[in-house]
């Protein structure tokens, strides 16, 4: 009986791993980014592209797809509610741009919470930050003077993040929405047609320029981050966003907003996938994160590996989609802002 036991177990299990194997035998898998290529996005969704499919049964070929606008809203929203519900169409975009809909803005036609979250490349911290010839050392300073930042627009930690600020602790951010990415934003600071960019990501900093913050270049004034503020070169004494504003409801808007810190670089999929599909992605992100090959492209590119599991973001929008209501009122309104 027993052996009898043990031959079917090994079968079921041997079948399942065929119709896994049979499911992407022969497929091509795309990951959606909703920036333009050359950013710290484009380049992360291109990293997962070359070693996924190594990682999946069946060996799929996986290719990327850029489909920028609104701050990856465009994206978000074609993997909600047009992309293929099967494995095959992944997404790359900003991470907070799933609290869109939760947060008032009525472009944002999806359920945050039905996205299935593969995992993360990494944390981050995004930073308001000036370019070095502009006469600001504080957030003090931006309260006395009007400071122009360039932003992706709606659905982008670039727009809530500088509104917040505006609304919460009297900064006064002139906002220029309509870059296609974090890439144009950079290059309109280096041409001076902005001076600053808030929600600025430090891993985006370091591959472009990995002495910016180190030799000054850019000067940091604020983090928004989930835990201690990072004390790397650059960022001695640079307060937490989360710190400054004057009311228990303001500092809590200000950590549902810096929920990105931790949803900064994901991959995600499609809502209503195949539970077995979404645990095999998981498994085999997982694994491709500790793939040798992978970590020496990655350091090459000066991007950090420091892997957030899909379970642990998906947690994190849950809760966050549980907020309390003024705070998520709060958020409404400075979403509204124009």
């Not at 489909?67 to 519900?85: D, E, F, I, K």
Request: net charge neutral; hydrophobic share 40%.
């Amino acid at each position: 009986m027993l052996r009898l036991f043990a031959v079917t177990a090994a079968s079921l299990l041997l079948a399942t791993s065929s119709q896994t194997a049979d499911f992407y035998q022969g497929k091509q898998v795309t990951i959606v980014v909703g920036f333009t290529t050359g950013g710290t996005d484009d380049a992360g969704a291109r990293l997962f592209a070359r070693y996924l499919g190594r990682h999946l049964a069946g060996n799929p070929s996986v290719v990327v797809r850029n489909m920028p606008g609104s701050g990856s809203l465009v994206a978000a929203l074609h993997l909600y509610n047009a992309a293929p519900r099967d494995g095959t169409t992944l997404g790359v975009i900003g991470g907070g741009t799933v609290f869109e809909a939760l947060l008032g803005n009525r472009q944002a036609k999806f359920e945050g919470r039905q996205f299935n979250w593969i995992g993360g490349r990494s944390r981050d911290n995004f930073l308001c930050a000036v370019w070095h010839t502009v006469p600001l050392q504080t957030m003090a300073d931006l309260v006395r003077r009007e400071t122009v930042v360039g932003s992706t627009g709606p659905g982008s930690r670039t727009l809530s993040y500088p509104r917040a600020l505006n609304e919460l602790i009297g900064t006064k951010f002139k906002i220029v929405t309509g870059y296609p990415g974090g890439n144009e934003i950079t290059l309109a600071l280096e041409r001076g047609e902005v001076e600053g960019c808030c929600g600025w990501a430090i891993g985006s900093i370091m591959t472009r320029a990995p002495n910016w913050l180190r030799d000054g270049t850019i000067r940091p004034l604020a983090q928004f981050t989930l835990g201690k503020p990072d004390t790397g070169p650059g960022l001695a004494n640079v307060p937490l966003a989360s710190d400054l504003p004057p009311t228990p409801t303001g500092r809590q808007a200000i950590e549902l907003l810096s929920a990105d810190s931790v949803l900064a670089w994901p991959l995600l999929a499609p809502p209503a996938l195949p539970a077995e599909r979404v645990s095999e992605l998981r498994t085999a992100f997982d694994a491709k994160l500790k793939d040798p090959e992978l970590l020496a492209e990655a350091a090459r590119q000066g991007l950090e590996i420091a892997p957030v599991s899909g379970v642990e973001m998906e947690a994190l929008v849950d809760r966050l989609h549980q907020a309390p209501p003024e705070v998520i009122d709060l958020v409404r309104r400075i979403n509204a802002v124009r």
